[in-house]
Every structure is written in structure tokens, then in C-alpha cells.
């Protein structure tokens, strides 16, 4: 199963970096989910860069141009076709779900935010 919104992408010609603040870095911890998120900061670089629309000629002054897709794909697999055939409820389908590498539209969102494809204000008015 796949679910996908799309989101304005930020102009690359003006976007601007920015250092979140401790307040907005729990957010997006709690939006992405604790454990997984410290999972994937262990990975990566702890100095995380957020970006934010400034705007330009290139596109008019708004801040974006295009737009990006944010992705969820529940993986068709023999354990979770049982459960739907067992009538199992959503929370043992998403715990299953995450067992088996699932990423959420909300949490894609939230890497293309922290690769400055998008902003949050974009992923949080798509997904929540």
C-alpha cells in the first residue's frame, strides 16, 4: 500500500539554513518518534540544518518552486498479509509495520525537511 502528498519545495536560489531551537528540535522528535529518531541521529551528523522559504526572482518571491512528493509504502509482506487475514487491529499492523522498516509519510517529510527539500510548515500542514 502506498500514501503520498505532496509538498511545495523550497527555492535551492534563496532558501535559507537555519539551527532549530531545542523547542523545535523536540518536536520534530516527537513527530518523528523518539526511538527512531535517536536511531537515525546516531547515524548521521548531530549538527542537523533545518531551512526556511526567503524568496527571490527566481520564484517570485515566494520562497518555493515545485513541488515534492512525501512517500509511505506499508511493505506487502507474508507477516503483514497474515495479520490483515488474521483481522488484526492498526495498532498490531503499524507495530508490524515497524518491525519491517516502514517509514511514515510524517517521517519522510521529516528527512526531506532535514535534507532542505521542504520546511516543516510545509510537512506539518500535509500530514498532521
Known sequence: MLAQRLVKRLCTHCR????????EWEQVSDAYG????ALRTERTS????????????RCNGTGYR???????ILPGSGAIASLIRQRATIVELRQAAD???MTTVLQDGIEKALQGFTDLGQVRSNCL
Open 16 to 23: 535559507a539554513p537555519y539551527a532549530p531551537t531545542p523547542t
Open 34 to 37: 523518539h526511538d527512531a529518531f
Open 46 to 57: 548531530s549538527e542537523f540544518m533545518l531551512h526556511r522559504a526567503m524568496g527571490c526572482a
Open 66 to 72: 515545485g513541488r515534492v512528493a512525501l512517500h509511505e
Open 99 to 101: 518491525r519491517e522498516g
